[in-house]
């Protein structure tokens, strides 16, 4: 009882001494009146919601990713880091670069943009990857599905926009720096970001360094058909690469107006798999190649992506008018041992211009001009826009595949999403676009033996003609959007195009990465789609669930199809494939469920399926290639709530079941079934004031030797990369700036 009274008086005088010495703080010497004290009120934590609004309001099937997202799941290239999303797959091209793929389709059925413009590489190539810094990637919104009512042609399969950094505060100086290292390819870079802005104008920069050596796979051994090539000590030579990426960005940004300039160079030098590339596998130097896991041999590529963009805005009244302006240059170049075939020379001549390593070389320039104006009108919230572009390409080396060539795109579209109610929006868009496609004539560098009559003569073979074609498209969209406080209905209905690319029209030579003949159709005509796809959403406080069914149908496909012939002249006996036109029906789903188990333990559970079949031609009756098997993820989070020092801890288990591909289109193999399982671990580090971010990762834990059926290197049956061990750091810094 004697204790109790103590206790109780300490903390009275305690508390009287504590309000003397406030009073004296806020009553000034010589005065009667008294202040109420100043009190300090808890942290307020605003949550962004924009990003789920943004879903809930357009009835296209967008996903978006944060950086946190991107920081989690580093893979080796941004798309790879993208993969664990339902409906979204990746062409891999080694352990350094990919391509996507949306609900099965890709290549130049994906629209990929980068700062507002078009990302234009050679993305017609699978072993082309995609020249985008994944460290500089902001925020990531994908749409799946057709959306060439607001990007025109190559959006027919789905869209892909990668958002830069936010602008900085007002009067803030700082930056960041990511460390990451990896031990299957034995990767190590890293990526350093620094920033200033005054009360309205600012700078940011970004260096990107990564260096990597062959990559493991769980067998020792690999078949390039049917001959057997043994692999030293599980690695794939000459898979090694170097990353150079440099990001410089400046601009001024007012209440009203923004404008900002994006300089971006990425560089890129690769080693393609030696024993699947060319036409004799066998004749790889292996001494020479498993010599150093980290050199670079031919086969091999340069790549260098230079990006230079301005995006302005203007707000006025109920108007916003947004503008980009774009130049970018593709610039390609793959090496290797001359290797001659047909009629080539078997000795490369001396006095020829092309050096004798270059065995190709794609150069392209683009020009891009996008204008919008956003109206508000009542509930009415309308969009109007042009989209133009220009591109020259150019070609060079001793081997030949497309021709040069120059195209022209511009689209007009208005968009109109009417607000009925406080639950309900309407969609409406429609689009023209039209394009023009200049190829120019090729010629071989050596001659050929032509028949004439009872003998042959020899001349030089002109390989692609010049042609000029255009082509011009009306398309539409219809959606619709029902949200309550638990349940979301999302419809879109609509038609999309494709202009068919030099690849289809004019291809006459060897893909050495395909071991296949390609030729094109000049007379294709383009591509059209018509598509619906439907969300359904339901949300309570410990579960959710989202249903997301789509349907496609295509009137003319543009398909390469392998034949039964093959070109002992020019194509070294490979089989041909001819591109051409045919009915295709595609449908699937994907799911989502989540569900807290507790309060820091949650379950997710994403499913996605999709079967695709020809309706006419040739393969009447066959999927599509590339056509993803069903697929369920299978996720465990534990989120625990650590001391003080520690925030945003989690530790995540994926589960994934892949089955078989038995539904394929020769000459493509069957793919067996998977189960692997990935496991994610991080936290945030408080430590002198800086929040330190530490992501680990350990992907194919259990080393499991699957094929995975979008890959590049799939057909020759080669398996994915096995264990993996990935550690990144990411440190923010800042400093004390000068308003």
């Given amino acids: 009882m004697k204790l109790i009274l103590y206790t109780v008086l300490v903390i009275c005088l305690a508390s009287a001494a504590y309000a003397q010495k406030i009073k004296q703080q806020v009553q000034p010497a010589g005065t009667d009146s008294v202040r109420l004290p100043v009190r300090q009120l808890l942290e307020v934590k605003i949550k962004d919601d924009r990003m789920q609004l943004k879903k809930q309001e357009e009835s296209l099937n967008i996903e978006v990713v944060n950086a946190e997202f991107i920081q989690r799941n580093l893979g080796g290239s941004l798309m790879k880091t993208l993969e664990r999303l339902p409906g979204i797959k990746t062409i891999g091209i080694g352990s350094g670069q990919s391509k996507p793929l949306i609900r099965g389709m890709g290549f130049n059925r994906v629209v990929v943009l980068d700062k507002g413009i078009k990302h234009e590489g050679q993305q017609w190539g699978a072993d082309h990857g995609l020249e985008i810094d994944q460290f500089a990637a902001e925020e990531v919104e994908l749409i799946k599905g057709a959306a060439s009512f607001i990007y025109g042609s190559d959006a027919i399969g789905g869209a892909i926009e990668v958002k830069p950094a936010q602008i900085p505060a007002p009067n803030s100086l700082g930056g960041s720096v990511d460390l990451i290292g990896k031990t299957n390819n034995k990767l190590y870079g890293s990526s350093v970001n620094l920033y200033r802005r005054t009360s309205n104008w600012f700078a940011s920069s970004r260096f990107t360094y990564q260096n990597y050596g062959d990559y493991k796979v769980p067998v020792d051994r690999v078949y390039v058909y049917d001959y057997a090539v043994k692999l030293y000590r599980y690695h794939l030579r000459n898979t090694a690469g170097r990353e150079n990426n440099i990001h410089l960005d400046a601009g001024y940004a007012g209440n009203k107006f923004r404008s900002v300039f994006y300089l971006s160079n990425t560089f890129n030098k690769s080693g393609f798999f030696a024993n699947a590339h060319g036409l004799e596998p066998r004749k790889v130097d292996v001494e020479l190649h498993d010599a150093s896991g980290r050199d670079i041999l031919m086969p091999s590529q340069k790549v260098n992506h230079l990006k230079l963009v301005n995006r302005s805005a203007y707000t006025l009244s109920n108007h916003k008018l947004e503008m980009e302006l774009g130049y970018q240059r593709n610039f390609r170049q793959e090496f290797n041992q001359y290797v001659n075939h047909g009629y080539m020379p078997p000795v490369y001549p001396e006095n020829m211009v092309i050096p004798p390593n270059l065995e190709r070389e794609f150069d392209k320039r683009v020009y891009t001009a996008n204008l919008r104006d956003h109206i508000s009108i009542g509930k009415h919230f309308i969009t109007a826009g042009l989209n133009s572009e220009h591109q020259d390409n150019g070609i060079d080396g001793w081997t030949f595949l497309v021709p040069s060539f120059k195209q022209t795109t511009a689209g007009v579209f208005v968009y109109d999403k009417w607000k009925l109610g406080k639950k309900v929006f309407l969609h409406g868009a429609a689009r023209y676009d039209y394009g023009r496609l200049r190829m120019f004539k090729y010629t071989d560098w050596f001659s050929s033996d032509i028949p004439n009559g009872s003998g042959a003569i020899a001349q030089n073979l002109v390989r692609a003609h010049n042609m000029n074609r255009s082509f011009n498209s009306f398309v539409w969209s ?8 638990k349940f979301v209905l ?62 496609n149908y295509f009137p003319n496909y543009i398909y390469l199809n392998p034949t039964a012939n093959h070109d002992y002249y020019y194509g070294a006996g490979n089989q041909i494939f001819q591109y051409a036109q045919s009915k295709v029906m595609r449908y699937g789903t994907e799911v989502g469920l989540k569900y807290a188990l507790l309060n820091s333990l949650s379950a997710e559970l994403l499913g996605e399926y999709l079967y695709a079949r020809q309706l006419s031609g040739d393969k009447r009756g066959y999927t599509l290639p590339f056509s993803p098997p069903a697929s369920v993820l299978i996720n465990l989070t534990y989120t625990p709530f650590l001391k003080e020092g520690f925030k945003d801890t989690y530790l995540s288990v994926d589960y994934r079941l892949t089955a078989g591909q038995n539904n394929i289109v020769p000459p493509e193999k069957k793919t067996p079934g998977y189960q692997v399982v990935n496991v994610q671990a991080g936290t945030k580090i408080r430590l002198y004031g800086r929040s330190l971010q530490v992501s680990l990762q350990a992907q194919n834990l259990l080393n499991v030797k699957y094929l995975n059926h979008t890959s590049f290197y799939r057909l020759i049956e080669l398996p994915e990369a096995g264990q993996n061990i990935v550690l990144s750091l990411k440190i923010p810094f800042s400093l004390k700036a000068n308003p």
């Avoid at 289809?504 to 294709?524: K, M, Q, T, V």
């Avoid at 949300?539 to 997301?548: F, G, H, L, R, Y």
Wanted: proline residues 4%; positive net charge; hydrophobic residues 35%.
């Fill in 490 to 551: 999302k419809a879109n209905a609509g038609k999309s195009f494709r202009m068919p690319i030099a690849k289809e029209l004019s291809a006459n030579g060897i893909n050495y990465h395909y071991f296949s003949y390609e030729r094109g159709d000049p007379s294709l005509s383009a591509e059209q789609s018509y598509q619906a796809d439907v969300t359904f959403g339901w949300k309570q406080a410990k579960w959710s669930v989202q249903i997301s069914p789509f349907y």
């Fill in 478 to 485: 219809l959606g619709l959007n029902y949200n309550t406080e």
